[in-house]
C-alpha cells in the first residue's frame, strides 16, 4: 500500500522560501503513472491545488502559484519536493502532498503544517 | 478557471435521515467530478470519482449523480461517523478546483 509523507520546517519567515518533502514507500515514484502532488488547506478553508509532478520532468502549476513554486523529485526517486518562494502569511496552510490518477486524488500524506511568520 | 460552488456551506442532520450535497460548476465539465470526505485534523478520502462512479472500500450509502454543470452527493440513512466536510473537485480543465466544502453535523 503506497504511503506518503510530508516533511519540513513548520515555520518560515515572510519573504523567504518553504520547502517541503513527501516520502513515498510501499510504490516507487519513477515509471509510475501516478501524478505526484502538492495540494494545500489554508485554516479554515477549502483544498487549494498547487500543482504536480509527472513520469520526472512533466511539471503542470496552479498559474496562480506558477511565479514562484517548483515541484521536482529527488535523484533517488523516493520522494519529491515542493519549494515556494517570496511567501506571505497568505501562504500559511496545512499542506498535503498526494497522488493523482485517472480523475482523483487517491493517497495523500497526513499534512503538514505551515506558518508563515517572523 | 473553473469555479465550484456548493450547496449548503453547512447541514445538520439527524441519524438515518437522508442527505444530498449539490455542486454546481461554473462551466461544463462532464463527468470530471469527485467528491471527498474530511474529517478534523485527517487528509481527505475519496467517496466518488466521475461524478458517480464508486470507490472500493467506500460504504455503499454514499453515491453521486449529475453531469455537465450540477453534480450531487447523496449519503442514504446518515451514521453519527459521516460527520465531516464534504469536498467536489473537478479535472476537467486545469488548474484543478475544489469546492468550499460542506459540513455536515450530525443531531
Known amino acids: 500500500q503506497l504511503q506518503l509523507q510530508e516533511s519540513g520546517p513548520g515555520l518560515v519567515k515572510p519573504s523567504e522560501t518553504l520547502s517541503l518533502t513527501c516520502s513515498v514507500s510501499g510504490g516507487s515514484i519513477s515509471g509510475s503513472d501516478y501524478y505526484w502532488a502538492w495540494v494545500r488547506q489554508a485554516p479554515g478553508r477549502g483544498l487549494e491545488w498547487i500543482g504536480y509532478l509527472y513520469r520526472g520532468d512533466n511539471t503542470f502549476y496552479n498559474p496562480s502559484l506558477r511565479s514562484r513554486v517548483t515541484i521536482s523529485q529527488d535523484a533517488s526517486k523516493t520522494y519529491f519536493s515542493l519549494k515556494l518562494t517570496s511567501v506571505t502569511a497568505a501562504d500559511t496552510a496545512v499542506y498535503f502532498c498526494a497522488t493523482y490518477d485517472s480523475g482523483y486524488f487517491d493517497h495523500w500524506g497526513q499534512g503538514t503544517l505551515v506558518t508563515v511568520s517572523s | 478557471e473553473v469555479v465550484l460552488t456548493q450547496s449548503p456551506d453547512f447541514q445538520s442532520v439527524a441519524p438515518k435521515e437522508k442527505v444530498t450535497i449539490t455542486c454546481r460548476a461554473s462551466q461544463s465539465i462532464g463527468t470530471s467530478l469527485a467528491w471527498y470526505q474530511q474529517k478534523p485534523n485527517q487528509s481527505p478520502k475519496v467517496l466518488i470519482k466521475f461524478a458517480s462512479q464508486s470507490i472500493s472500500g467506500v460504504p455503499s450509502r454514499f453515491s453521486g449523480s449529475g453531469s455537465g454543470t450540477d453534480f450531487t452527493l447523496t449519503i442514504d440513512s446518515l451514521e453519527a461517523e459521516d460527520a465531516a466536510t464534504y469536498f467536489c473537485?473537478?479535472?476537467?480543465?486545469?488548474?484543478?478546483?475544489f469546492g468550499q466544502g460542506t459540513k455536515l453535523e450530525i443531531k
Open positions: 473537485h473537478q479535472s476537467r480543465t486545469l488548474p484543478q478546483t
